[in-house]
């Protein structure tokens, strides 16, 4: 008979070990695939290919609440897709430097290889 496992849990010895993750290529896709599979996360990168916002800006502009705006916010700069900077207490998005060398580089698509984007077709 089977007792349940919450009686062993304490006679467990747990080991803990530090995890060595590499990091990624440079190249990898993965990151910026996912910030981009978000329809309001596209809008908010096509809005920001055209002019610099603060977060109030972008959510009346695209008439997502502000709170979700700047969750959004939040992925695309994880991503490397946009950084902010500070203007005394207001805080203005704009696109990566890097990601903008890399759109006009590349061109409307941005080609990773496995997949590739275009930013042409960003929805409104």
Not at 23 to 51: F, V
């Amino acid at each position: 008979m089977y007792a349940p496992i919450g009686i062993y849990i304490s006679d467990i010895a747990i080991q803990r070990k530090t995890l060595h993750v590499s990091a990624m290529p440079a190249d990898d896709c993965t990151g910026i695939l996912k910030a981009l599979s978000d329809r309001n996360r596209q809008r908010i990168t096509k809005a920001l290919l055209g002019a610099d916002f603060n977060v109030n800006e972008l959510s009346e502009r695209l008439g997502i609440p502000q709170y979700n705006t700047s969750k959004h916010l939040r992925i695309l700069r994880e991503a490397g897709i946009v950084d902010v900077r500070a203007i005394g207490q207001r805080r203005e998005y704009f696109i990566a430097t890097t990601f903008r060398r890399r759109i006009e580089r590349e061109g409307v698509t941005l080609d990773f290889g496995c997949c590739s984007f275009r930013m042409d077709q960003l929805p409104e």
